[in-house]
Each structure stands twice: as C-alpha cells, then as structure tokens.
C-alpha cells in the first residue's frame, strides 16, 4: 500500500504543479487550455539544458520557455484580443511541432544522468504543499484579493483602481513557473524527450481545476484522484482479473476515461469565475 500511495503521489505531482499554473491563470480570468504546450515546450528544454550544463539550468530553461510562452498567451488575448481558446490551440501546437522539430538537434541520444535530473522528492513533497501555499496566497495576501478579483468582475475592478491586465500578467507568470517546473518534473522522471511526452496531462490539468471549482485544494485533491487511476493503470497493466487477461491498450484508457466520466458528471455543477473570459 505504501509503495502505491508513492506512486500516487509521483504521478500526480506533475499534475498539480500544471493545475496550480491553470488556477493562477483561469482565476484572474484568463482561460488556458494552453497548459499541455507549456508543459511540453518546458519537458524539451529541460531535456535539452540539463545535460550538457545541469539540473539547474535545465530546470530555469524550462520555467523560462514555458513563462515566455504564457506571456505570449497574455499579449494574444489581453493586447490583441484574440480569443483564449485560439491562442491556447496555437501553444499547443507550436509546442508540439518545435520540440520535435528541434528534437533531433538537440536531445537525440541524450540521457540526463541522476545528477542531471532536479531532486524529485523534495518536488514531490513541494508537490503536495503548493494547493495550500496557493490557497493562502489568493485568500490571505493583496494580491490573491486582486487576482480573484480580476477573475470575477474585471470591470469593478477597474473601478477599484486596479488594472487587470496587470494582475493578470503577474498570474500568467506564476502559469509559466508552474508548468516550467511541471515539464521539467516529467523529463526527469523519463529521462530524456520524446514527442508528446505530457500525454494529455495539461488537458487533465484541466480537469482536475474544473473538478475542484476553481479552488486550489479541491483541485489538488482531484490531482491525486487522477494519479490513483494511473497508479491503477501502471500496476495492473499485463495483470489479469478473474483469470482474464485484459488488453494493456484498456488500462492505458482508463486515466482518460476517468476524466471523461467526471467531467460528464461535474460540467456544469462547477462554477467558473463569472469573469472568466472577459476583458
């Protein structure tokens, strides 16, 4: 039970270090469905960095590709006023086919050694503590005040004298850092890039925030539901169940399906900041 509940835990670390960037995000009313390309924009640079100068700088190459992507998010939708979930869209994809374009220059045949790779036990650990990190940061400092605001009535707050735009840019940093860390969290853990390394795991992100209606422990409790189910996949794959043998495709499935299920029953229970979107 102990060794499942640390695999637990390591699967879904890397999920709630991308909730807790969606949360900053999506609170102050910016909507991200950009998480999956951060994540994977940072697993490659990462990748990339941390063997040929080391943990650290491959962890700040991350945080730093993933932010600049997410300032980029602001400029499209706050400047520009592009609409959320185009910009989001087009992350995802210039993620997806820079990092395996520049795959084959940069990470073929590179394997991070453990002193390559950032101390993951204390990432996990720091892992549990940020939804309650989070939690006090948007409840008990000025600027959560401000950054809930933004997300729930920008024109009042404007009114108040505080810019949203402004707030707003401050989360979306806070999105890059979180997602920075998540990417680089999963390449260690796998050693090297490979394409589509997240997997979906931004999407799940995702999820996980609507599942916990935007607030950051519910969402980090439905994170850790989501690590059970890949626990459940990683451990029972290649088992049978009453002498049968189940496909290992069926519970590889069963991470998304569970998403699937939850959010057909929770969408529309769960309310979104009612700024959510607006300018």
Same mark, same amino acid.
């Given at each position: 039970m102990l060794a499942f509940l640390m695999l637990v835990v390591t699967v879904s670390a890397p999920l709630i270090y991308a909730t807790m960037a969606g949360y900053a995000? !999506?609170?102050?009313?910016v909507i991200n469905i950009g998480l999956e390309g951060k994540m994977l924009f940072a697993c490659f640079l990462c990748a990339a960095i941390s063997p040929r100068m080391g943990a650290i700088p491959g962890l700040l190459a991350?945080?730093?590709?993933?932010?600049?992507?997410?300032?980029?998010?602001?400029?499209?939708?706050?400047?520009?006023?592009?609409?959320?979930?185009?910009?989001?869209?087009?992350?995802?994809?210039?993620a997806a086919g820079s990092s395996s374009f520049l795959k084959f220059q940069f990470t073929t045949g590179q394997i991070m050694r453990d002193d390559q790779k950032i101390p993951l036990n204390i990432f996990y650990i720091a892992a549990l503590l940020a939804p309650l990190a989070l939690y006090w940061v948007a409840n008990r400092t000025r600027f959560g005040v401000r950054l809930r605001s933004s997300g729930s009535d920008p024109d009042r707050t404007r009114m108040a004298?505080?810019?949203? !735009?402004?707030v707003r840019f401050l989360s979306l940093l806070l999105t890059g850092l979180g997602c920075g860390i998540a990417g680089a969290l999963l390449a260690s853990e796998t050693n090297q890039f490979s394409d589509n390394m997240t997997a979906g795991r931004g999407f799940i992100a995702l999820a996980a925030l609507i599942l916990g209606g935007w607030r950051p422990i519910q969402s980090g409790l439905a994170c850790l539901a989501f690590g059970a189910a890949t626990a459940v996949q990683i451990k029972m794959t290649g088992q049978t169940v009453g002498g049968i043998e189940i496909p290992s495709e069926a519970w590889k499935s069963l991470p998304y399906l569970v998403t699937i299920?939850?959010?057909?029953?929770f969408?529309?229970?769960s309310k979104a900041p009612s700024g959510l979107g607006k300018l």
């Open positions: 995000s !999506e609170r102050s009313g991350a945080i730093i590709g993933a932010t600049v992507l997410s300032i980029i998010h602001w400029v499209l939708t706050q400047k520009f006023r592009m609409d959320s979930i185009i910009s989001g869209m087009a992350i995802n994809l210039f004298g505080i810019n949203p !735009e402004r299920i939850a959010l057909s029953g969408v529309g229970k």
